[in-house]
Antibody, heavy 121, light 108 residues
Framework: QVQLQESGPGLVKPSQTLSLTCTVS??????????WSWIRQPPGKGLEWIGY???????YYNPSLKSRVTISVDTSKNQFSLKLSSVTAADTAVYYC?????????????WGQGTLVTVSS | SYVLTQPPSVSVAPGQTARITCGGN??????VHWYQQKPGQAPVLVVY???DRPSGIPERFSGSNSGNTATLTISRVEAGDEADYYC???????????FGGGTKLTVL
């Protein structure tokens, strides 16, 4: 059973870069059957998709965040990572990583437990 | 751009049936997925491809999709079903996925 676990600093200063890692266990990130994605949720608000990566390294980002987002993959460690630059208070959120099921359409299953990142000086 | 519209809240008594809608222009032509998010927890997939259930999800959870409305139906509602529910569509890997704004289900 695949499990995902986010890790990284819980506090980031404004204008700096937010960096998170998602570790996948119980399955290989190199499986060609899935994408790997980041999603965030500001406190008390809904879900916002950030982007996804394929094991080969190909990516697709939310157009509204594209200029600030980089997602990378390390297949040797079975991990993928998120970098979000020039953060502001509006980037304060719980950040989730999730596996993307690739079929005729696409959905997220499972999700990591999430990690709260606060942007504050 | 395409928008998914959910009612902010739905209330239902225990044992009754809850119906949570997700509206979108001709959403019946898309596949809709549903997630349950309990307070302080990550979302969990409860229905995919309009009406299929992942293993481990009770049969009380079902979905339908036609016209401009997709519906998540929860039969014989229990106190433990109290949560936020989100619909989601994603038809192409070259388009971004969309989430509805979420519906808070309150069990009276």
């Amino acid at each position: 059973q695949v499990q995902l676990q986010e890790s990284g600093p819980g506090l980031v200063k404004p204008s700096q870069t937010l960096s998170l890692t998602c570790t996948v266990s119980g399955g290989s990130i190199s499986s060609g059957d899935y994408y790997w994605s980041w999603i965030r949720q500001p406190p008390g608000k809904g879900l916002e998709w950030i982007g996804y990566i394929y094991y080969s390294g190909s990516t697709y980002y939310n157009p509204s965040l594209k200029s600030r987002v980089t997602i990378s993959v390390d297949t040797s460690k079975n991990q993928f990572s998120l970098k979000l630059s020039s953060v502001t208070a509006a980037d304060t959120a719980v950040y989730y990583c999730a596996r993307v099921i690739v079929g005729a359409t696409y959905w997220f299953d499972p999700w990591g437990q999430g990690t709260l990142v606060t942007v504050s000086s | 751009s395409y928008v998914l519209t959910q009612p902010p809240s739905v209330s239902v008594a225990p044992g009754q049936t809850a119906r949570i809608t997700c509206g979108g222009n001709n959403i019946g032509s898309k596949s809709v997925h549903w997630y349950q998010q309990k307070p302080g927890q990550a979302p969990v997939l409860v229905v995919y491809d309009d009406s299929d259930r992942p293993s481990g999800i009770p049969e009380r959870f079902s979905g339908s999709n036609s016209g401009n409305t997709a519906t998540l139906t929860i039969s014989r509602v229990e106190a433990g079903d109290e949560a936020d529910y989100y619909c989601q569509v994603w038809d192409s890997s070259s388009d971004p996925p969309l989430f509805g704004g979420g519906t808070k289900l309150t069990v009276l």
